[in-house]
C-alpha cells in the first residue's frame, strides 16, 4: 500500500528565506507526483505536477523535483514571502489500474512571517 | 476557462440526516473523483466513475452512494450521517480516466 509522508510537518521562516518542503513514498511505480497548496479551509491549488519520467517542473518561485527511484520528491520555494502561507500537499499517482486513486500526504503548514 | 464546479460549497445537516453534494466536471472530461478530506486530515479517496460505470473504490461508507449522469455530473448522496462525516468533500475530474485530475473547490459538510 502506497504511504506518503511530508516533512517537516509544520515550517515558520521570516519573508525572504529560501525553503524546502519533503515528500517521500514507498512504491516507486508512479504515474505522477503532484503539489497542491491548500488554504485554511479551502480548495485544492495545484501548484506542480512531475510526470514519473520527468525529474523536475518549476513554475515562478517554486521548483519541485522527482527522484522516483527513491522515493522522493522536494518543492523548493524561492525568496518566500507572506501570501505563501498555507499548507503544502504532496500526492503521489500510483501505477497500474488506479485511476485517478491519489494518495496524499498530510501535508506541510507553511507560515511565512514578516 | 471552466473549473470544477461543486455544490452546496457549505451544508449543514443534523445527525442521521441525508445529503447529496453535486459535481460538474470540465465539460469534456468523463471520469469524476471523490475524495473525503477530514478537519486536519490528508484527503482520502472515496469512488471514482468512468463513462457513467464505478471505476474505482476507495473507503467509501456503505451509508454513502455516488453515481454519474448521462452529463458526466456526479452526485455524492449520504444517508444516517454521524458526526465523523463532517469533512471537507473534494470532487475532481479528468478525460478517459486520465492522470491529471482538476479538483473543484470542495463542499464542507458539517453534521450537528
Known amino acids: 500500500k502506497q504511504e506518503v509522508t511530508q516533512i517537516p510537518a509544520a515550517l515558520s521562516v521570516p519573508e525572504g528565506e529560501n525553503l524546502v518542503l519533503n515528500c517521500s513514498f514507498t512504491?516507486?511505480?508512479?504515474?505522477?507526483l503532484q503539489w497542491f497548496r491548500q488554504d485554511p479551509g479551502k480548495g485544492l491549488t495545484s501548484l506542480l505536477l512531475?510526470?514519473?519520467?520527468?525529474r523536475e517542473q518549476t513554475s515562478g518561485r517554486l521548483n519541485a523535483s522527482l527522484d522516483k527511484s527513491s522515493g522522493r520528491s522536494t518543492l523548493y520555494i524561492a525568496a518566500s514571502q507572506p501570501g505563501d502561507s498555507a499548507t503544502y500537499l504532496c500526492a503521489v499517482l500510483a501505477g497500474g489500474t488506479s485511476y485517478g486513486k491519489l494518495t496524499f500526504g498530510q501535508g506541510t503548514i507553511l507560515t511565512v512571517h514578516p | 476557462a471552466a473549473g470544477v464546479i461543486q455544490s452546496p460549497r457549505h451544508l449543514i445537516k443534523e445527525k442521521r440526516e441525508t445529503a447529496t453534494l453535486k459535481c460538474y466536471p470540465i465539460p469534456r472530461h468523463d471520469t469524476v473523483y471523490w475524495y473525503q478530506q477530514g478537519p486536519g486530515q490528508d484527503p482520502q479517496f472515496l469512488i471514482s466513475?468512468?463513462?457513467?460505470?464505478?471505476?474505482d473504490k476507495g473507503s467509501i461508507p456503505d451509508r454513502f452512494s455516488a453515481q454519474q449522469f448521462s452529463d458526466y455530473h456526479s452526485e455524492l448522496n449520504m444517508s444516517s450521517l454521524e458526526l465523523g462525516d463532517s469533512a471537507l468533500y473534494f470532487c475532481?475530474?479528468?478525460?478517459?480516466?486520465?492522470?491529471?485530475?482538476?479538483f473543484g473547490a470542495g463542499s464542507r459538510l458539517t453534521v450537528l
Open positions: 475532481a475530474s479528468s478525460y478517459d480516466r486520465g492522470v491529471i485530475l482538476t
Open positions: 466513475f468512468y463513462e457513467k460505470m464505478q471505476s
Open positions: 512504491d516507486s511505480a508512479i504515474y505522477n
Open positions: 512531475i510526470q514519473s519520467s520527468q
